[in-house]
Structures are given as structure tokens and as C-alpha cells.
T-cell receptor
Framework: KQEVTQIPAALSVPEGENLVLNCSFTDSAIYNLQWFRQDPGKGLTSLLL?????REQTSGRLNASLDKSSGRSTLYIAASQPGDSATYLCAVRRQGGSEKLVFGKGTKLTVNP | DTAVSQTPKYLVTQMGNDKSIKCEQNLGHDTMYWYKQDSKKFLKIMFS???????INETVPNRFSPKSPDKAHLNLHINSLELGDSAVYFC???????????????????FGPGTRLTVL
């Protein structure tokens, strides 16, 4: 059974700092991994999707890496801004035909001005 | 223009009642999902439909009955509501199911804003 863990559960940083959010998964037989952002009282916004054959994906100040063999992914946020404050969730999709995403519990990020 | 929309946004009801949550996507996607996020913020899939057919049912009590009148809509009906049903329910859609997927962003799931259900 796939389990996804995100560390830390919460993170508070001053504006401008570079930061890394971690995600680990127990079963390396994944199809892809997706990072989402959830704002309070709102739905999830997809940030980056990494296929199992890829090592990283970049979008603006965000960079997500994937090390499938070790069951880890990181989300790097450069030059953090108060608007980055949200909960960041990672989710994996199993290899071999399951449509469902298995989510971690998220990391709540607060960027202080 | 909202891509994935849900109604209502908030739903407060008494235990034992029957209620429905509606979801619509205007993205032309083939696959739709219902997820439940509990009080501990843990997000878990409940159902997945592809072109109006059920493809995932994650051991959800049969008080929950999804209905897909067409591939743009996936509604969730809940009978005999219980206190433990209180949660935020998210609808999502994606262009195609994994088994027929072409990879890339075709596998990205797009989420609705959520419906906060409170059972008293």
C-alpha cells in the first residue's frame, strides 16, 4: 500500500528565503508525482507534474525534483513571497493502471513579510 | 470562466438527512473524481468516472452514490448522513484515465473549490 509522507508539517520563513519542501513515498512503482497548492477554504491548484521517467520540472520560481528509486521528491521555492503562503501537497499515481492519486498530508508554508 | 465548479460551497445539515453535491467541468475532460478531505486535512479519493462509467470505488459506504448524467457532470448523493461524513469534498477532472494516457500534462488533475459539509 502506497503511503506518502511530507516533512515538515509546517514551515515559517521570512520573505526572500529559498526553501525546500520534502515528499517521500513508500512504493517506488509510480506513474507520476504531482505537487499541488491549497489555499485556505479553496481547492487544489496543480503546480508541477513529474512523470516517472523525468528527474525534474520547473515553473517560474518553483522546481520539483524526483528520485524514484529512493522514493523522494522535493519542491524548491526560490525567493519566497508572502503570496506563496499556502499548504503544499504532493501526490503520487501508481504505475500500472490506477487512476487515483495518493496524497500526503501537506506542508503548511507561511512566508512572513 | 470556472473550470471545475461545485455547488453548494457550504452545506450544513442534520444527521440522517439525504443531500447532494453537484460538480461540473467545462474543460472537455473524460475523467472526473470525488475526493474527501477530513478534519486532519488528509485527502483521499472516493470515486472516479470515465465517460460516465465508474472506474474507481474506494471502499466507500454505499450511502454515497455518485451519478454521472454526462461526462461533464459528476454529482455525489449521500443518504442518511452521519457525523463522520463532515469533511470537505473535492471534485476533480483530468483529460483521460491513466490506462489510456499519453503522459505529460494529460495526467494532471484539476480540482474544484470544494464543498464543506457539516453534519450536526
Amino acid at each position: 500500500k502506497q503511503e506518502v509522507t511530507q516533512i515538515p508539517a509546517a514551515l515559517s520563513v521570512p520573505e526572500g528565503e529559498n526553501l525546500v519542501l520534502n515528499c517521500s513515498f513508500t512504493d517506488s512503482a509510480i506513474y507520476n508525482l504531482q505537487w499541488f497548492r491549497q489555499d485556505p477554504g479553496k481547492g487544489l491548484t496543480s503546480l508541477l507534474l513529474i512523470q516517472s521517467s523525468q528527474r525534474e520540472q520547473t515553473s517560474g520560481r518553483l522546481n520539483a525534483s524526483l528520485d524514484k528509486s529512493s522514493g523522494r521528491s522535493t519542491l524548491y521555492i526560490a525567493a519566497s513571497q508572502p503570496g506563496d503562503s499556502a499548504t503544499y501537497l504532493c501526490a503520487v499515481r501508481r504505475q500500472g493502471g490506477s487512476e487515483k492519486l495518493v496524497f500526503g498530508k501537506g506542508t503548511k508554508l507561511t512566508v512572513n513579510p | 470562466d470556472t473550470a471545475v465548479s461545485q455547488t453548494p460551497k457550504y452545506l450544513v445539515t442534520q444527521m440522517g438527512n439525504d443531500k447532494s453535491i453537484k460538480c461540473e467541468q467545462n474543460l472537455g475532460h473524460d475523467t472526473m473524481y470525488w475526493y474527501k478531505q477530513d478534519s486532519k486535512k488528509f485527502l483521499k479519493i472516493m470515486f472516479s468516472y470515465n465517460n460516465k462509467e465508474l472506474i474507481i470505488n474506494e471502499t466507500v459506504p454505499n450511502r454515497f452514490s455518485p451519478k454521472s448524467p454526462d461526462k461533464a457532470h459528476l454529482n455525489l448523493h449521500i443518504n442518511s448522513l452521519e457525523l463522520g461524513d463532515s469533511a470537505v469534498y473535492f471534485c476533480a477532472s483530468s483529460p483521460q484515465p491513466l490506462s489510456g494516457g499519453a503522459g505529460g500534462n494529460a495526467d494532471t488533475q484539476y480540482f474544484g473549490p470544494g464543498t464543506r459539509l457539516t453534519v450536526l
